[in-house]
T-cell receptor, first 115, second 116 residues
Framework: AQSVTQLDSQVPVFEEAPVELRCNYS??????LFWYVQYPNQGLQLLLK??????LVKGINGFEAEFNKSQTSFHLRKPSVHISDTAEYFC?????????????FGQGTTLQVKP | DADVTQTPRNRITKTGKRIMLECSQT?????MYWYRQDPGLGLRLIYY???????NKGEISDGYSVSRQAQAKFSLSLESAIPNQTALYFC???????????????FGAGSRLTVL
């Protein structure tokens, strides 16, 4: 069965510092990988996705992630964070090998950006 | 107006009561989903529907039922609510015909349910 592990439940960081949110997955089949962001009192919105092709994926708001098949990781990075990046971030993997829309989510990482 | 609208946004109820959470969408997507979010557990799939006549159980369907009244409407019901169903519930839609595929979900703002 597929699973997703987000290694940090909370990541505090100062404004303008770089940040990395870690995500590891397990799967015996090819996967699609996603990062979603949830701002306070809002639903989730897509940050970026890996479907195929280049392993470095760029998303919205200056975020990027790198798919590493050998390490089964999909870590999210941003070189300089803003206060407005404070939110909860979810890594997700598509279930099975098909285009089903059924996602398995990690536990979430709360990014706390301090002034 | 939001693409995916959930009502109510907040609800407090008592054990044993029947509760319905409603979801409507203007995206024109065939696929709709109900997820539950609990702190430290992420989101888990309750039910999903690929079209009006297709309803499927997800990972945690026990204690829940759904109704797909139309392409745009997908309701989640708790027939007899219990305290461990206290959670944040999200409706989502997706479009398998899009370039990005069915795995890109559009979420509603969530319905926070508290069962006392």
């Amino acid at each position: 069965a597929q699973s997703v592990t987000q290694l940090d439940s909370q990541v505090p960081v100062f404004e303008e510092a770089p940040v990395e949110l870690r995500c590891n997955y397990s799967s015996s089949v090819s996967v699609y990988l996603f990062w979603y962001v949830q701002y306070p009192n809002q639903g989730l919105q897509l940050l970026l996705k890996y479907l195929s092709g280049s392993t470095l994926v760029k998303g919205i708001n200056g975020f990027e992630a790198e798919f590493n098949k050998s390490q089964t990781s999909f870590h999210l990075r941003k070189p300089s964070v803003h206060i407005s990046d404070t939110a909860e971030y979810f890594c997700a993997v598509s279930e099975g090998s098909g285009n089903t829309g059924k996602l398995i989510f990690g536990q979430g990482t709360t990014l706390q950006v301090k002034p | 107006d939001a693409d995916v609208t959930q009502t109510p946004r907040n609800r407090i109820t008592k054990t044993g009561k029947r509760i319905m959470l409603e979801c409507s969408q203007t995206k024109g997507h065939d696929r709709m989903y109900w997820y539950r979010q609990d702190p430290g557990l992420g989101l888990r799939l309750i039910y999903y529907s690929f079209d009006v006549k297709d309803i499927n159980k997800g990972e945690i369907s026990d204690g829940y039922s759904v109704s797909r009244q139309a392409q745009a409407k997908f309701s989640l019901s708790l027939e007899s609510a219990i305290p461990n169903q206290t959670a944040l519930y999200f409706c989502a839609t997706s479009d398998p015909s899009a370039v990005s595929g069915a795995n890109v979900l559009t979420f509603g703002a969530g319905s926070r349910l508290t069962v006392l």
